[in-house]
């Protein structure tokens, strides 16, 4: 009889199932489970019982002692089993004031989000390409990236849900890796139309490519400086939140397009496959003969150096482009006092009778008196 992790003595599983290709971690344990014959739930409840695997998103929280305990009862080797995490990814993607933080919680940038809830998923972070998925059944790595948005061998878009319900793709919820949806059990794997003559594909496909190749190490030359993998992410983002920002204040400006005036204040991560398009377009377009497609947009948005300021870190390539940038006058604005603050809570709170005008006399007295 075969022996759970938590006895003295661990034997490896009955059949060894090879890794695939770029194959995301938690695609490997849920292929595992249903070569047995068992759902991941149980599969993992016997082997592994006091490690909490499906109530995280163990592509991006593995610890080292789970990843040895799998590697032992898989026969792989355990940089084969960190390899299908985004360890990879998330030390390159890492904000530039968090270099030696551990934190795997909340939102890693550049890494779409699954909505961990219990073993439920409410996010939309897990993508697939239909032709791929049914070519080989498995989930990959670079369909958790918030800029991948299309597949490169098929001219494809990638999709986030299940073709005929809409539902998120929860894989190892399925009564068998056979690619059908956890809700409805349709097949996930309907072909997409090919989009190949689209002009937008093109757009996305080399912007993404450009993308995967420095979140692999490759450096980039940027204004005649190389910089490095890390220091452009956290530079892009930094870009991406800020411009945002500012667009959500001047979507009635007329020399915006349509795709400036729609994009989503949302963080990337936490999007749709379809606004995540949009964003990246918009990306492209930024960093489109860079930095004068900025500037020009800066002066339109009326971005200043202090719609910057509240970042404390920036790398060298934004600094350089900041300093082109108009400085902007900053607005003082003077603090109500504590005291009267207090009074204000006290008065709504109580909402006795005439409260709203008690509170406006309160309000004016302030005003006046400051």
């Known amino acids: 009889m075969m022996l759970p992790v938590g006895c003295n003595s661990i034997k490896p599983w009955t059949f060894r199932v090879a890794a695939k290709s770029d ?46 305990d799998i590697a032992k009862l898989s026969s792989l080797e355990p940089h084969q089993i960190l390899s299908m995490t985004l360890c990879q990814f998330e030390s390159v993607f890492k904000p530039l004031n968090a270099i030696n933080s551990q934190n ?11 909505g961990i809830f219990h073993r439920y998923r409410t996010g939309y972070g897990v993508q697939y390409c239909p032709f791929c998925l049914h070519d080989d059944m498995t989930f990959k790595k670079v369909w958790r990236l918030s800029f991948a948005t299309v597949c490169a061998i098929h001219n494809c878009s990638l999709t986030d849900c299940c073709p005929h319900c809409d539902k998120q793709i929860i894989f190892h919820r399925t009564d068998s890796f056979y690619p059908t949806c956890h809700f409805c059990g349709g ?27 420095i979140s692999l190490g490759s450096s980039i030359r ?28 001047h979507k009635e400006n007329t020399g915006l397009s349509a795709i400036l005036k729609n994009c989503s204040g949302k963080r990337i991560e936490q999007l749709r496959i379809d606004q995540r398009t949009q964003q990246c377009l918009i990306l492209d377009e930024i960093l489109f003969d ?40 900053s607005r003082y604005r003077k603090n109500v006092p504590f005291a009267v603050c207090r009074q204000l809570e006290d008065i709504q709170r109580v909402k006795l009778d005439g409260w709203r005008t008690e509170r406006a006399k309160v309000l004016i007295t302030a005003a006046i008196t400051s």
Request: aromatic fraction near 12%.
């Open 290 to 329: 860079w930095p004068n497609q900025f500037l020009k947009l800066a002066e339109l948005l009326r971005m200043t150096q202090l719609s910057f300021d509240r970042r404390k870190v920036f790398p060298e390539w934004l600094n350089i482009v900041f300093e082109l940038m108009p400085k902007g006058v």
């Open 187 to 213: 097949i996930l794997t309907i072909p997409s139309p090919k989009l190949v003559g689209d002009v937008d594909f093109q757009k996305r496909k080399e912007f993404q490519s450009t993308l995967l190749q």
């Open 23 to 68: 194959e995301l971690l938690s695609s490997y344990l849920a292929r595992v489970a249903y070569a047995h014959g068992a759902t991941p739930y149980r599969f993992y409840s016997f082997h592994l019982p006091c490690r909490a695997i499906w109530s995280r998103d163990i592509d991006r929280s593995a610890s080292e002692q789970l990843i040895s």
């Open 222 to 249: 940027i204004l005649d400086r190389e910089i490095n993998s890390s220091d452009f992410f956290a530079g892009l983002s930094i870009l991406m939140s800020t411009t945002k920002a500012s667009l959500r204040l």
């Open 104 to 114: 795997k919680a909340g939102v890693c940038p550049w890494i779409n989000t699954v």
